[in-house]
Structures are given as structure tokens and as C-alpha cells.
């Protein structure tokens, strides 16, 4: 019987920008996944894991302005493994550049 197991690798990003009572508000999430999908025969399994999840919410004048140039709405990446291992880096060490990831095109 043939056994077969892949690990997927995303990274998702969702912002909205709202006036609360006369302010401009931002709230803002970023995480990591990886998605191990396993066959054996006819059967399979998958397992998601939540490897790192970042989120904000704060007035938008309170931000660096970057994050104000982001387009509200979802986004989501596959990603290689090596991609998926620096922006694990990035969400501990540089919360700016995890926040405004966009994969280079090839």
C-alpha cells in the first residue's frame, strides 16, 4: 500500500479600516498555517496548525503609515516552506514586515 503526505504552507492577511465615533479605526490580522495532508489507500487525513497568528487594533493615526496602504479585504499566499520559515522569523522579530508581506512574483 502506497503512503503519500505533503505539508501546504499559507500565510492569510485580513484588514478592515472603520470610523468608530469620528476616528478612523484599523483592525488587522496576519497568520501562518501549515496544512500536513496524508493518504494511505483510500483513506486520508489532514491536520491545520496555526503556527503564528498576529492581530491589531488601533486607531489608525496610532500606526505607522504603511499599514494604512494595505488594501482592506483578505489576502491569502501559498507559500515554499523557506518563504513560510522567514516570515515565522518576521512575526517574532519584525511585526511591520510580517504585517506587509506580498510574495515577489517569479
Not at 501562518?32 to 494511505?40: F, G, H, P, V
Not at 503564528?52 to 496602504?69: D, G, H, Q
Not at 507559500?79 to 517569479?106: G, N, R, V
Request: positive net charge; charged residues 25%.
Amino acid at each position: 500500500m502506497q503512503y503519500y503526505q505533503e505539508s501546504i504552507y499559507s500565510y492569510k492577511r485580513s484588514k478592515s479600516t472603520r470610523d468608530v465615533d469620528g476616528n478612523k479605526v484599523l483592525f488587522m490580522y496576519a497568520g501562518l498555517t501549515k496544512k500536513k495532508a496524508q493518504t494511505l489507500g483510500r483513506n486520508s487525513r489532514e491536520q491545520i496548525t496555526t503556527v503564528a497568528s498576529k492581530m491589531v487594533k488601533s486607531l489608525a493615526s496610532e500606526l505607522p503609515e504603511i499599514y494604512l496602504t494595505i488594501p482592506d479585504g483578505d489576502s491569502n499566499f501559498h507559500l515554499l516552506e523557506k518563504e513560510f520559515q522567514h516570515l515565522l522569523y518576521l512575526s517574532e522579530k519584525d511585526e511591520i514586515a510580517f504585517f506587509t508581506y506580498s510574495p515577489k512574483l517569479k
